[in-house]
């Protein structure tokens, strides 16, 4: 039993680099969530089998396939990755392992049929999300950032000061990389403002992002370049009564909810595209034109949503009770229900 606690840290500590589970407390709370909150009928789990589940759950490895029952496992899976606008290849590959016999277009769109015949439908969930590319690479090893996606729209001021201070991770060429955003130094920033005037806002061009490099050269040593993708480091949170808080809640999880509905194996009536796309961030929806272009026309089209509290907040959060609902309205809706 010992050696195989030691054997799950260790592999906690490799896989995730992002560290939302690399202490044994947080292991713990996190088990009991999970077991307290899944929905999952059959025999009571050992000691050794529980320790495995959690090991495959938490795993960057190939992903395990997983009960259709609950979507709580799938909605914690996803909360935990990112694919930022038009980068979205990491949990594209994630998704085609999960669901053998789905394709990539040449978009970057994974698609999977279920049934023939007539109608022709499809169900669709976007995967990416607003975030930010590496810009630049400066001499002492600090990197400036660029924000990416948002569709046209103005991100609210709000949306890059969470970055102020916070844990982020740097997806390189040899994995992701934890950072850190810098903040300024209250004692030598005292004073630089005209008494009673408010300080300067934070914005991403305010945003140094130490990697633990002290040079360009350490920088690129790790596998990070210009246009490396980076976010807020994911650390979902359960909490209340099936409340699951994470960046960009809303939509992960409404992307799970449809994953669970094509493991729950409905028979579908007709023919329906199941689709998650990409680059939806884009103003042109880049990522859904080009599945109508190549696989449409189609009859209906659905696309999978969830409410969210504190949206585009580091602490959005959905009820998991409404991605349950979400789940058996795309299963009849799949069913011709």
């Known amino acids: 039993m010992i050696r195989r606690k030691r054997v799950l ?3 906690l500590s490799s896989s995730h680099p992002e560290g939302w589970a690399r202490r044994c407390t947080t292991l713990k709370r996190l088990l009991a969530r999970v077991l307290l909150h899944s929905a999952v009928s059959g025999p009571r789990f050992s000691v050794g089998t529980t320790t495995g589940v959690v090991t495959l759950l938490l795993s960057a490895l190939p992903p395990v396939r997983l009960s259709a029952q609950s979507v709580d496992p799938l909605a914690l899976r996803f909360t935990s990755m990112t694919a930022v606008t038009g980068l979205e290849q990491s949990m594209a590959d994630s998704l085609r392992a999960l669901f053998p016999g789905s394709t990539r277009d040449r978009v970057g769109n994974v698609t999977l049929t279920l049934g023939q ?6 169900c ?3 995967l990416d999300e607003v975030g930010y590319v590496v810009g630049n690479i400066l001499p ?8 990416v996606g948002g569709g046209g729209r103005t991100a609210s001021p709000l949306f890059d000061q969470q970055l102020e201070g916070h844990r982020v991770s740097v997806f390189g060429t040899k994995g992701a990389v934890p950072g850190v955003v810098a903040v300024k ?7 630089r403002v005209a008494t009673g005037a408010p300080d300067p806002v934070f ?3 305010n945003a140094y992002v130490d990697v633990g490099a002290g ?3 350490e920088v690129q040593g790790l596998g990070i370049t210009a246009l490396a993708p980076v976010s807020l480091a994911k650390r979902p949170q359960l909490y209340g009564e099936r409340l699951l808080a994470a960046p960009n809640a809303a939509r992960r999880i409404a992307c799970a909810a449809l994953a669970a509905a094509v493991q729950a194996k409905p028979k579908v009536r007709g023919t329906v595209v199941v689709a998650f796309t990409v680059q939806s961030l884009y103003a042109s929806n880049a990522g859904l ?3 109508k272009a190549l696989l449409g026309p189609f009859d209906d089209i659905k696309t999978a949503t969830l409410p969210g509290r504190y949206p585009d907040t580091a602490v959005e959060t959905v009820a998991l009770a409404d991605a349950d609902r979400l789940v058996r309205e795309i299963t009849q809706w799949m069913e011709g229900r």
């Open 140 to 147: 002492d090893g600090f990197l400036l950032l660029r924000r």
């Open 215 to 217: 040079s360009a050269a």
């Open 203 to 205: 914005t991403v061009d």
């Open 9 to 11: 840290r260790s592999r």
């Open 185 to 191: 130094s209250v004692h030598l920033t005292r004073g």
């Open 124 to 126: 669709t969930c976007p």
């Open 117 to 122: 015949g007539s109608p022709k439908r499809l």
């Open 289 to 291: 034109a080009s599945l």
